[in-house]
């Protein structure tokens, strides 16, 4: 099963930018998606964007034309650039990958925009 180690968050004033990456090792195997989910104080975790394993991404409504979520097959990374940042982008951010029907989750890293 993979594991999922993710870095780059922080505090970032409105309008700012961030970098998150998330770094996969162990059997990648039967990987068909990785992406990130956000969760903020009081909410349900909920799905900020996708990509699979041949490059189509998905992504929520509110972060369209503001994130980019990549990734290097080669290197087991995914990055999620986030631009123009709110502050309802304030939440703990994992990362995810689904594995032969299995959810594999990062620990999270704090992403705080505020001024």
Sequence with gaps: QVQLVESGGGLVQPGGSLRLSCAASGSMFGIYFMGWYRQAPGMQRELVAHITS???????DSVKGRFTISRDNAKNLVWLQMNSLKPEDTAVYYCHALQRGI?????????????
């Design 103 to 115: 959810n594999s989750w990062g620990q999270g890293t704090q992403v705080t925009v505020s001024s």
């Design 54 to 60: 041949s490059s189509s991404t998905n992504y929520a």
